[in-house]
């Protein structure tokens, strides 16, 4: 009787392997102003609209519906800030309808950009994302006058900048994750001329960064490093630890270009998924987009800046976010032969 009973269960689930719909590519957005069709648009909205991505798929556990299409294309919307995202993409892993196992994974947003490495529009694959809330931080009035910054690694002393100011500190796994080289590589060559517009409300914005050419330069397509947070940071003490964090905790190989709210969140998930063979860890690409940029314009101070609205409402950062990334969507799904089970490099 036993045995029949494990037989009975490895026949159920068998069929149940089998029933399960085959994910060529997982679109991961983060948010939505409004519905996901027809109003103002987030991140998910052109993504809906444009593949399209018709069929949609009630999803209880997370924020939002899920949405597919006939060629394998799964979009999620996760909803805003790291304990949102960590949650929507572990209940997507898990979700029995769906065979993740050789899902490539395309995060797209916008960011807050780095007017030293890119202008508002820009889009940026990320070799390395980092977490930027594990940490101490001392509030601004009480940081020593001999500190940049109040910004400490856990278990560290002082600020750091290299792994040797960190002796005695400590760290968890989930701080920094690295990509897949040759997988962002090959995303960037394939997306690295195309065009990107922005509106003229952008230019004139962007025109008062005159201590950056990069921020004034029309929007490109680069290879920079995402920091996460929850935070809402903002300001040139913050972007100056931005920049130190992202190479400390890179072994000073990588360079921060966005800051974002949810990546980090969405990589321990998909690293966990890996543990347990629902998803390959490898096949994970990040592209986010300009937006604002991550400290004031010369002139103006930082309270002003954090929260100002964009200047185009950040429509040419969402634009740029699917038309940089949906090409990298379509090579994998119309070559899927190939990218089933080798990896583009």
Same mark, same amino acid.
């Given at each position: 009787?036993?045995?029949?009973?494990?037989?009975?269960?490895?026949?159920?689930?068998? &069929?149940?392997?089998?029933?399960? +719909?085959?994910?060529?590519?997982?679109? @991961?957005?983060?948010?939505? #102003?409004?519905?996901? &069709?027809?109003?103002? =648009?987030? &991140?998910?909205?052109?993504?809906?609209?444009?593949?399209?991505?018709?069929?949609?798929?009630?999803? =209880?556990?997370?924020?939002?519906?899920?949405?597919?299409?006939?060629?394998?294309?799964?979009? $999620?919307?996760?909803?805003?800030?790291?304990?949102?995202?960590?949650?929507?993409?572990?209940?997507?892993?898990?979700?029995?309808?769906?065979?993740?196992?050789?899902?490539?994974?395309? +995060?797209?947003?916008?960011?807050?950009?780095?007017?030293?490495?890119?202008?508002?529009?820009?889009?940026?694959?990320?070799?390395?994302?980092?977490?930027?809330?594990?940490?101490?931080? $001392?509030?601004?009035?009480?940081?020593?006058?001999?500190?940049?910054?109040? @910004?400490?690694?856990?278990?560290?002393?002082?600020?750091?900048?290299?792994?040797?100011?960190?002796?005695?500190?400590?760290?968890?796994?989930?701080?920094?994750?690295?990509?897949?080289?040759?997988?962002?590589?090959?995303?960037?060559?394939?997306?690295?001329?195309?065009?990107?517009?922005?509106?003229?409300?952008?230019?004139?914005?962007?025109?008062?960064?005159?201590? !950056?050419?990069?921020? +004034?330069? *029309?929007?490109?397509?680069?290879?920079?490093?995402?920091?996460?947070?929850?935070?809402?940071? #903002?300001? !040139?003490?913050?972007? &100056?630890?931005?920049?130190?964090?992202?190479?400390? !905790?890179?072994?000073?190989?990588?360079?921060?270009?966005?800051?974002?709210?949810?990546?980090?969140?969405?990589?321990?998930?998909? !690293?966990?998924?890996?543990? +347990?063979?629902?998803?390959?860890?490898?096949?994970?690409?990040?592209?986010?987009?300009?937006?604002?940029?991550?400290?004031? =314009?010369?002139?103006?101070?930082?309270?002003?800046?954090?929260?100002?609205?964009?200047?185009?409402?950040?429509?040419?950062?969402?634009?740029?976010?699917?038309?940089?990334?949906?090409?990298?969507?379509?090579?994998?799904?119309? *070559?899927?032969?190939?990218?089933? *089970?080798?990896?583009?490099?």
């Amino acid at each position: 009787m036993f045995r029949l009973s494990c037989l009975l269960l490895m026949v159920l689930s068998v &069929e149940c392997l089998a029933d399960r +719909i085959p994910i060529k590519v997982v679109v @991961v957005s983060m948010f939505e #102003h409004g519905q996901v &069709e027809g109003d103002r =648009p987030g &991140e998910f909205q052109f993504w809906v609209e444009r593949l399209p991505l018709n069929r949609v798929m009630a999803f =209880p556990a997370g924020e939002y519906e899920l949405r597919l299409n006939a060629d394998g294309v799964l979009g $999620i919307c996760t909803g805003g800030g790291i304990p949102n995202a960590t949650a929507s993409i572990m209940a997507l892993g898990m979700d029995e309808r769906f065979d993740l196992s050789k899902a490539y994974w395309l +995060i797209a947003g916008i960011a807050g950009g780095d007017p030293a490495d890119m202008s508002l529009g820009s889009a940026a694959w990320a070799n390395y994302v980092i977490d930027g809330d594990l940490l101490f931080e $001392i509030d601004a009035r009480e940081i020593p006058d001999d500190w940049p910054y109040g @910004v400490v690694p856990l278990g560290g002393k002082r600020p750091a900048k290299t792994a040797a100011d960190m002796e005695g500190g400590w760290s968890v796994d989930t701080i920094s994750y690295k990509l897949n080289a040759g997988l962002v590589n090959w995303a960037y060559e394939l997306t690295r001329g195309i065009s990107l517009a922005v509106d003229e409300k952008v230019v004139q914005f962007r025109g008062q960064f005159t201590d !950056h050419d990069a921020a +004034i330069a *029309d929007p490109t397509v680069i290879i920079g490093d995402t920091l996460a947070a929850s935070t809402y940071w #903002h300001g !040139h003490y913050f972007n &100056e630890w931005a920049n130190d964090w992202v190479k400390l !905790h890179s072994e000073q190989q990588g360079n921060f270009a966005t800051t974002n709210m949810e990546d980090s969140g969405t990589l321990t998930a998909l !690293h966990r998924l890996a543990r +347990i063979g629902r998803v390959d860890a490898s096949r994970v690409l990040v592209l986010r987009t300009a937006s604002n940029f991550s400290v004031p =314009p010369p002139g103006k101070p930082a309270t002003w800046s954090a929260t100002a609205e964009y200047p185009d409402r950040g429509l040419s950062a969402l634009e740029s976010a699917y038309l940089v990334g949906s090409p990298v969507v379509g090579a994998l799904v119309s *070559d899927w032969d190939r990218y089933r *089970d080798q990896l583009p490099k």
